[in-house]
């Protein structure tokens, strides 16, 4: 089963950027949509972006869109999320998470998304 592991997190001062990257290993993910989930203090999880199994389709949250950008390489089974202009709104936990189906276009539905990783911490500081 393939595990994920979520980096690039941190403290960061508002109109600041940080890149998270969501390593796979013991798997593939190139057939696989994938995305990015993230979780507030005392909040549910909330879709963030996903990114189609070819990479030719994205999709954002609306609060994040112009903003962050997602992307894959999968000769490094390595998703990445680019975060700038960072808001305090945007301090979570932040999950990737691999698609339950090969070969679709992208999902935003927490319950379309069958392995996560265990998350990494974004604090953007007003």
């Known amino acids: 089963q393939v595990h994920f592991e979520e980096s690039g997190g941190g403290l960061v001062q508002a109109g600041g950027s940080l890149r998270l990257a969501c390593a796979a290993s013991?798997?593939?993910?190139?057939?696989?949509?994938m995305a990015w989930f993230r979780q507030a203090p005392g909040k549910e999880r909330e879709f963030v972006a996903a990114?189609?199994?070819?990479?030719?389709?994205?999709y954002y949250a609306d609060d994040v869109k112009g903003r962050f950008t997602i992307s894959r390489d999968d000769a490094k089974s390595t998703v990445y999320l680019h975060m700038n202009t960072l808001k305090p709104e945007d301090t979570a936990v932040y999950y990737c998470?691999?698609?339950?189906?090969?070969?679709?276009?992208?999902?935003?539905?927490?319950?379309?998304?069958?392995?996560w990783g265990q998350g990494t911490q974004v604090t953007v500081s007003s």
């Open positions: 998470a691999s698609d339950r189906q090969e070969y679709r276009t992208g999902r935003l539905q927490e319950t379309d998304y069958a392995s």
């Open positions: 013991g798997g593939t993910i190139s057939r696989y949509a």
């Open positions: 990114i189609s199994w070819s990479g030719g389709s994205f």
